[in-house]
């Protein structure tokens, strides 16, 4: 891709900064995607797991692990409507480059539905590529504080 083309693509997302986009559908978080998460990292802290013991915890319930609610909420469905960033020209990929600030501000309590609300805040070019920085905001249907608040980074590949 020329630096002209990379330069275009910029220009395009930089236009999007600061403009919330649509958020994503609803997903329920069920006690058996919880227990996976559990297996596959090996944290059964009984907050997850234990259903008997978590009525009488801090929750009342069990709640799911604060990397489970940030490692699907990239992955949450979006709407293909065209209300998120654009798709640029010659885009082979993105990729995810990791996160400079994250928070767990509250807990996502088995059988919550969760959704997530992007907004781009910056945009640069590094290494060939269009370096973005989102804040997305995990939102739990019918809790005023969010679940989780983090500033994702992505690498936009040409």
Not at 9 to 14: D, E
Not at 106 to 112: N, Q
Not at 127 to 152: L, N
Request: aromatic share 6%; with cysteine; proline share 6%.
């Amino acid at each position: 891709m020329s630096a002209d083309a990379l330069q275009q693509a910029l220009t395009t997302l930089q236009s999007y900064i600061d403009q919330p986009q649509a958020p994503s559908d609803w997903f329920e978080v069920t006690q058996d995607r919880i227990n996976q998460f559990a297996d596959v990292t090996m944290d059964h802290q009984w907050i997850h797991i234990d259903e008997e013991r978590s009525k009488n915890g801090p929750f009342g319930t069990t709640i799911a692990h604060g990397h489970l609610t940030l490692s699907i909420m990239g992955h949450l469905p979006r709407p293909d409507d065209g209300s998120g960033l654009p798709k640029l020209e010659g885009q082979k990929m993105g990729i995810n480059y990791g996160f400079d600030k994250v928070r767990f501000p509250s807990p996502v309590p088995v059988g919550a539905r969760i959704r997530s609300r992007r907004t781009l805040k910056r945009t640069e070019i590094k290494s060939g590529m269009i370096e973005a920085m989102q804040e997305v905001v995990v939102e739990v249907e019918g809790q005023e504080k969010p679940a989780c608040v983090a500033e994702s980074l992505s690498r936009m590949v040409f």
